[in-house]
């Protein structure tokens, strides 16, 4: 089955720096990588995703890239904010099932003000 | 807020005991997954129920099982409760064929003593 690895387990940035979350997968059958946002008490909302045929993906702050040959993913998070502080999560499934994932382990990213 | 909703949000269990968790699915939504995040950890697959039928199951003995229902709503069912099920229990809603995004509910909260 596919193993998903995340790193770091945590992540302390400045308010206005940059974070990198990094993951690998195993399966190279993988064909779909959300990244998903946890907050304490919350169940986890997906941020950005992004599919096999795409390299890179960005949505204001936020950028997902994508090397299939590594089979490695990397969210990067630019102007930090406090709220951005929160459990981050990557994922790879395959086919079209976008509700199968198999998760990393998890990045716990604190924004200090 | 989803619009994925689980009941209850917390529980508390005796080893031994048997346990049901609900999930009310989006609306239009015809598949649900179902998740097991012990504390620390991310999010493990169960199984998922796509129109009332099993369409997938992780790493999980049989005393894990589940229902879905004519309207799409879920229940994940444990028996013979043992302290390792002491967890966050997720509920993901998806519209299978259309290869969209999963969408989580808030979680219940189990705990096994």
């Known amino acids: 089955g596919e193993n998903v690895e995340q790193h770091p387990s945590t992540l302390s940035v400045q308010e206005g720096d940059s974070a990198v979350i990094k993951c690998t997968y195993s399966?190279?059958?993988?064909?779909?990588f959300p990244w998903y946002k946890q907050e304490l008490g919350k169940g986890p909302q997906l941020i950005i995703d992004?599919?096999?045929?795409?390299g890179e993906k960005k949505d204001q702050r936020i950028a997902v890239t994508l090397n299939k040959t590594a089979k490695h993913f990397s969210l990067h998070i630019t102007e930090t904010q406090p709220e951005d502080s929160a459990v981050y999560f990557c994922?790879?499934?395959?086919?079209?099932?976008?509700?199968?994932?198999?998760f990393g382990s998890g990045t716990k990213l604190n924004v200090k003000p | 807020e989803t619009g994925v909703t689980q009941s209850p949000t917390h529980l508390i269990k005796t080893r031994g005991q048997q346990v049901t968790l609900r999930c009310s699915s989006q609306?239009?939504?015809?598949?649900v997954s179902w998740y097991q995040q012990a504390l620390g950890q991310g999010p493990q697959f169960i199984f998922q129920?796509?129109?009332?039928?099993?369409?997938g199951r992780g790493n999980f003995p049989p005393r894990f099982s589940g229902l879905q229902f004519p309207n799409y709503s879920s229940e994940l069912n444990v028996n013979a409760l043992e302290l390792d099920d002491s967890a966050l229990y997720l509920c993901?809603?998806?519209?299978?064929?259309?290869?969209?995004?999963?969408?989580f509910g808030q979680g219940t909260r189990l705990t096994v003593v």
């Open positions: 993901a809603s998806s519209e299978l064929q259309g290869a969209t995004e999963a969408f």
């Open positions: 399966d190279s059958a993988s064909n779909y």
């Open positions: 992004i599919r096999s045929n795409v």
């Open positions: 994922a790879a499934s395959k086919g079209n099932n976008f509700n199968k994932f198999y």
């Open positions: 609306s239009g939504h015809n598949t």
């Open positions: 129920y796509y129109r009332e039928e099993e369409n």
